[in-house]
């Protein structure tokens, strides 16, 4: 129950272990000579020798003693406090800076729910581990062995027999622990279950409302609540008679003690206060082992915790990688396969290429594989197999950082941040000043709006709540200028909001592009992609053509396929004769 690898890891709290174990011990001094004092008295007494003199001692030496737990008491707990402080900073900083360096694909190896939780309730559970568990386990050993020290000068068997049961409590907890093990590790799992639950229905508490699947939702979650409950109630249940069965052993043994105490008095072998001494210590052997028992199952639920922690922290890291893109940033695509799950291709051994400065465009059916070829780009989707270099250096050498400095990636659902619009902006640029904001802005046709509202610190709710999706994708964009990269990825940056500003952007892009900027748009509609210098046709995975929008006119029947769907629909719907 002492997890080297966690103390090593928090060492700055092994002063304040040390700190504590100390004042307890020095409190259990002052409460023996306390006991000594009061049993030398009632010895007096019983003599009928007791004398205002002697009383006036005692009554000293318990006001000094009583002062001195007090302070200790005192000092334990500043040190418990101290310690988990140590504790708590330390494990969530490691924790963030492990997160950090899993870098964009961390999703790939653990869920956001289990993160938080092993973050937040997981380090709780260890803070009592260092506060109280660790001091009380070094003070349970010294606090009968002191005892014995002291009592085997009083009566050496009643010592011995107090400190042979002593260790019938610890034996006790090992029984307990083989059974508790699993029954936490099966809590933990649960809980992290159903805190993985809660998360995704309160994220998507609008569409649950919208399609009224409330009812279905209400009872999943009444099932795995339900489920928690019971195995809560098991830990719980398992506690309680845990301490029952310690409860036990310890005022058995003192009792045991007693009864050993007033034998020996009785057979002459100890004197009255001797016998007393023992009397009155007896439940002090056992008293430091039982409050380490009761500690010991929140210790046990922090070692669970413990445990997911360094599941977390030991997950593999991609060594950081020594490349960087280079100036040519050309990217050779050849032969590129691809799958999310095995026996499930979804490139199919795709050749392309992105010549530094040009304006590409991959267009093709939903579905094809389009958003899957920029998150392989932009380092999200790992283990495809082929060649995929960027100025001849391969993209699995390029460190994760350059890469984020040189490609600049914008989706429709490209992710704003509760706080202000100038906070917003200066992500991609911190040095940015409130004129090239304001340029940027005017750019991208959101300075007016802008304006009505309060200019650059105009607040942004959660999710950009807001704003409306154009005004979200126009801030998005804005952004993405800022960031000013050599390499620029559009993936349906213009989806879903109206032609207006759907146009303003595309004018951007299109600027980017004739600025030396190497673009690639995704897009859907064909109408967006008529001037870009080459376009790939991707079909299930497949590149099915490539060239510009007049070769691919006259070549290409997937392409002619799209694009006379796409003008038919236009024109009906322009004329309003469907849909
Ligand atoms: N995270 C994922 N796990 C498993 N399969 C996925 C995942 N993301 C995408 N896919 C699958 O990969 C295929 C290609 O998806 P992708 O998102 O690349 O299509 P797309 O061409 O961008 O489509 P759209 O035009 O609708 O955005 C789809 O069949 C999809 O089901
Ligand atoms: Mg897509």
């Known amino acids: 129950m002492i997890n080297k690898r966690l103390i090593g890891i928090v060492s700055e709290s092994k002063k304040y272990i040390v700190g504590n174990v100390v004042c307890q011990w020095l409190s259990l001094v002052a409460n023996i000579a306390m006991m000594g004092a009061i049993a030398r008295l009632l010895e007096k007494i019983f003599e009928g020798a007791a004398d205002e003199r002697q009383i006036g001692m005692t009554a000293a030496v318990a006001l ?206 100890v004197d009255l206060l001797g016998c007393l001494m023992i009397i009155l210590l007896a439940a002090d052997f056992f008293l430091p082992m039982r409050l380490l028992g009761s500690f010991f199952h929140i210790a046990m639920n922090g070692m669970a915790a413990s445990d997911k922690i360094f599941k977390l922290l030991d997950l593999l890291e991609k060594k950081q990688k020594s490349g960087i893109v280079p100036k040519d940033c050309t990217i050779q695509i050849k032969d590129l396969r691809f799958s999310y799950e095995p026996e499930r291709e979804i490139l199919h051994g795709v050749d392309m290429e992105f010549l530094k400065g040009s304006f590409t465009a991959i267009v093709g059916e939903s579905g094809c594989g389009k958003s899957t070829i920029a998150a392989i780009l932009i380092g999200r989707n790992k283990g495809y197999n082929g060649k995929l270099t960027v100025g001849g250096v391969p993209l699995a050498e390029i460190n994760e950082s350059s890469l984020m400095e040189n490609f600049t990636y914008v989706s429709h659902q490209s992710y704003l941040f509760k706080g202000t619009v100038r906070d917003n902006l200066q992500m991609a640029n911190p040095d940015a000043t409130d004129d090239v904001l304001w340029a940027t802005l005017e750019q991208v046709n959101l300075a007016e709006f802008l304006r009505s509202e309060s200019g650059l610190d105009t607040l942004l709710n959660e999710k950009a709540s807001n704003f409306s999706g154009g005004q979200c994708q126009r801030l998005a964009l804005a952004r993405a200028l800022l960031h000013d990269s050599p390499v620029y990825i559009f993936d349906e940056a213009t989806s879903n909001i109206d032609v207006e500003s759907e146009n303003d952007i595309l004018a951007q892009i299109h600027m980017l592009a004739k600025s030396s900027k190497t673009v690639i748009l995704i897009s859907h509609r064909l109408a967006n992609v008529v001037d870009a210098d080459n376009i790939y046709v991707l079909d299930k995975g497949i590149i099915v053509g490539s060239g510009t929008h007049s070769e691919l006119l006259e070549g290409n029947t997937s392409y002619v396929q799209l694009w006379n769907a796409q003008q038919e629909l236009e024109y009906y719907t322009m004329r309003g004769d469907v849909l």
């Not at 699947?213 to 506690?239: G, P, W, Y």
Request: net charge positive; aromatic share 12%.
């Open 64 to 269: 000094v003693a009583v002062v001195t737990r007090f302070f200790c008491a005192v000092s334990a707990s500043r040190m418990s406090y101290l310690s988990s402080k140590a504790v708590k900073k330390t494990l969530r900083e490691m924790i963030y800076r492990k997160l950090l360096r899993l870098g964009i694909s961390y999703k790939e190896n653990v869920q956001t729910s289990e993160v938080v939780q092993v973050a937040v309730e997981g380090v709780d559970q260890l803070e009592t581990y260092f506060g109280a568990y660790l001091p009380q386990f070094f003070y349970a050993m010294l606090a009968p062995l002191t005892l014995f020290g002291v009592l085997s000068f009083v009566n050496f068997p009643s010592a011995v027999v107090l400190l042979v049961c002593v260790p019938m409590i610890p034996v006790t907890i090992v029984a307990i622990q083989r059974w508790a093990k699993k029954l936490l590790s099966k809590y933990w799992d649960q809980y992290a279950e159903l805190g993985d639950t809660f998360l995704e229905n309160l994220q998507g508490l609008t569409t649950t409302k919208i399609y009224q699947s409330d009812a279905f939702k209400h009872q999943e979650m009444n099932e795995q609540s339900e489920r928690f409950r019971k195995i809560t109630m098991k830990v719980l249940t398992m506690q309680l008679n845990s301490i029952t069965i310690m409860d036990l052993v310890a005022y058995g043994g003192a009792a045991l003690g007693v009864i050993l105490a007033t034998t020996q008095f009785r057979a002459g072998h």
